[in-house]
């Protein structure tokens, strides 16, 4: 085999192992792009929920504190039934009435 034959099948062995690798790489890049992508959309899912669990939450606290001030309940007592301070449900009757 003469020497510049051999030193061109060495370099088109570099070449595709070369392009093997950068294959892998580009294949691993855009699975963890994709992973990626789907992992934030759980997240979000699931940070949505709890957002709108917890707003769920504090308009039903609005809803009840009005009703029981409207029914003439002293402040004291509609924040035992909340489990809410004082000061909270202030603030809620303020923002609701």
């Known amino acids: 085999m003469n020497v510049e034959k051999k030193e061109m ?11 093997i690798y950068n294959d892998g790489v580009q294949d691993g ?9 789907r992992l934030g959309i759980v997240e979000g899912e699931v940070h949505g929920k709890e957002l709108g669990i917890a707003e769920g939450k504090a308009s039903h606290k609005k809803e009840v504190a009005l009703q029981m001030q409207k029914l003439g309940y002293p402040l004291d007592a509609i924040a035992a039934v909340l489990m809410e301070s004082l000061d909270s449900v202030h603030k809620l009757l303020a923002v609701v009435g």
């Open 29 to 37: 890049m855009e699975a963890g792009i994709e992973q990626g992508r």
């Open 9 to 19: 099948e060495e370099l088109d062995m570099c070449k595709a192992l070369e392009d």
